[in-house]
Each structure stands twice: as structure tokens, then as C-alpha cells.
């Protein structure tokens, strides 16, 4: 299952399930029981997304530049995902 969509394109927008610890410290407890793995993403080139920031790094996509784990969306979906399928819980 996928996370919960709002229907109305105007108002489009993923549910995420609040957790119990960090996405950083949780991404840490996932790749070393191999539920996720790192997803390598290539440099992005200007002009930058909105959003984009210099300073921050995720782990998730092999330490690329531009968002941090915590703010990274592919992450957060991939949680639910893990949560909606019963694989992750807290």
C-alpha cells in the first residue's frame, strides 16, 4: 500500500505516520538489517529545485547534496510504505 493521497489535485499532499525516532537514526537500523538500501541519486546541475540546499546531505540517496534525510521525501515514502505493509512498526 502506498502513502495516503488526498484526492483533490489542489490539495495534493502524502500522510506520513508520525515516528518514534529520527529518519537519520532509522535509515542507520534499517540498511544494517537490510529492510532498505542506499539508492544512489546523480548531482543535480543548476538550476536548483526549490528547496535545494548547499549544505545538506542524505544519507539515504549516498550522501548527495541538496536535502537532508530528514527532509528527504523518497525516504518518508519508503517508510510508510514499510509501515502500510507491516514490516516497520513502533
Not at 1 to 12: F, Q, V, Y
Not at 25 to 33: A, C, E, G, P, Y
Not at 68 to 87: A, H, P
Amino acid at each position: 500500500m502506498t502513502p495516503n493521497r488526498n484526492p483533490n489535485p489542489e490539495n495534493n499532499f502524502v500522510h506520513f505516520m508520525s515516528i518514534s525516532i529520527t529518519y537519520t537514526k532509522l535509515l542507520s537500523n534499517r540498511i544494517s538489517n537490510g529492510l532498505v538500501v542506499v539508492c544512489l541519486l546523480k548531482p543535480l546541475q543548476p538550476p536548483y529545485p526549490k528547496g535545494y540546499d548547499v549544505n545538506a546531505k542524505c544519507d539515504y540517496h549516498g550522501w548527495a547534496i541538496g536535502h537532508s534525510t530528514e527532509r528527504c521525501l523518497s525516504f518518508k515514502c519508503k517508510v510508510q510504505s514499510l509501515l502500510d505493509s507491516g514490516w516497520l512498526s513502533f
